[in-house]
């Protein structure tokens, strides 16, 4: 089964830059498009990556999204961290007729 | 402004049925395929299921294939997912999603508030 792999968490602090890894278990995390979602504490997810380094209309240009396709995996980079970055971050992509999200990685920024 | 909002959870024994409904607005609904996310409490986002624009395609996540059932009302502007043979592993947030369109990739450009469902003995 395809998965998606994210580090359980990561922190930087405020003003610097941080990536967020997500690696596909097998096949290329290319074929499909990934995208990215931002989960603070007590709300709902929003979408601020798609399409693998598209921007939602209102998404800061903080964030950005990229494929490596030699380690077959995607990234998240938040530049100028700011402490409302704070919150759960998760991949997404599918495979065949699954709709996959990885397993979130937690930002703290100290 | 799209709002999407989800209800019909609570406590339910194991072995149980419930209905959830998600009341969509601020959109045209027909135009959108509509899914379900679910969340258990302190975890990651775990994929439910999905139906297209007029109900006439569906998909599951293996977890939940003849357990649960998707479906929608688009008169009513309405989404549900009916739950049969609940599990305690099926207690979660389950939120009202919707598929974005325009768009090569399958993703979620809208996402609901959110409604707990908890099942215990």
């Known amino acids: 089964n395809f998965m998606l792999t994210q580090p359980h968490s990561v922190s930087e602090s405020p003003g610097k830059t941080v990536t967020i890894s997500c690696t596909g278990s097998?096949?290329?995390?290319?074929?499909?498009?990934v995208q990215w979602y931002q989960q603070r504490p007590g709300s709902a997810p929003t979408t601020v990556i798609y399409e693998d380094n598209q921007r939602p209309s209102g998404v800061p240009d903080r964030f950005s999204g990229s494929i490596d396709r030699s380690s077959n995996s995607a990234s998240l980079t938040i530049s100028g961290l700011q402490t409302e970055d704070e919150a759960d971050y998760y991949c997404q992509s599918y495979h065949g007729t699954n709709v996959l999200f990885g397993g979130g990685t937690k930002l703290t920024v100290l | 402004e799209v709002q999407l909002v989800e209800s019909g959870g609570g406590v339910v024994r194991p072995g149980g049925s419930l209905r959830l409904s998600c009341a969509a607005s601020?959109?045209?609904?027909?135009?959108?395929?509509m899914s379900w996310v679910r969340q258990a409490p302190g975890k990651g986002l775990e994929w439910v299921s999905v139906?297209?624009?007029?109900?006439?395609?569906?998909g599951y996540a293996d977890s939940v294939k003849g357990r649960f059932t998707i479906s929608r009302d688009n008169a009513k502007n309405s989404l549900y997912l009916r739950m049969n043979s609940l599990r305690v592993e099926d207690t979660a947030f389950y939120y009202c999603?919707?598929?974005?369109?325009?768009?090569?990739?399958?993703?979620?450009?809208?996402w609901g508030q959110g409604t707990l469902v908890t099942v215990s003995s």
């Open positions: 139906i297209n624009w007029n109900g006439g395609s569906t």
């Open positions: 999603a919707r598929k974005a369109r325009y768009s090569s990739a399958w993703y979620i450009d809208h």
């Open positions: 097998s096949g290329s995390i290319a074929s499909n498009y």
């Open positions: 601020g959109f045209t609904y027909d135009d959108y395929g």
